[in-house]
């Protein structure tokens, strides 16, 4: 069973510094795009960054600057540093990865259990 297990949350001061991993586990083909998701409360989820196997980012307006995501493909793990925090960056943060289970398969979207990250002001 593939799963996308999270670390890295936790509560930082406003200009602070967090970095949240990703690491997929399980029996796979292949992983093609990876990114994170926020949802704040009371908020829809967000798209924060996404990143193609190839190393080809893209961003949210909100964060471009200030957060940086990256993947090791043979950990099978992507990365988010996250610089300067605002209060407003506070939220459940989601890793997801597009996995192909076998050579001859579409991908299919998987999900991690989301990790909180609180900044204070």
């Known amino acids: 069973q593939v799963q996308l297990v999270e670390s890295g949350g936790g509560l930082v001061q406003a200009g602070g510094s967090l970095r949240l991993s990703c690491a997929a586990s399980g029996s796979f083909f292949s992983i093609t795009v990876m990114g994170w998701y926020r949802q704040a409360p009371g908020k829809q989820r967000e798209l924060v960054a996404t990143?193609?196997?190839?190393?080809?980012?893209n961003y949210a307006e909100s964060v471009k600057g200030r957060f940086t995501c990256s993947r090791d493909n043979t950990q099978k793990t992507v990365y988010l540093q996250m610089n300067s925090l605002k209060p407003e960056d506070t939220a459940v943060y989601y890793c997801?990865?597009?996995?192909?289970?076998?050579?001859?398969?579409?991908?299919?979207?998987?999900w991690g259990q989301g990790t909180q990250v609180t900044v204070s002001s």
């Open positions: 990143i193609t196997s190839g190393g080809n980012t």
């Open positions: 997801n990865a597009n996995i192909k289970r076998y050579s001859y398969s579409v991908p299919n979207l998987y």
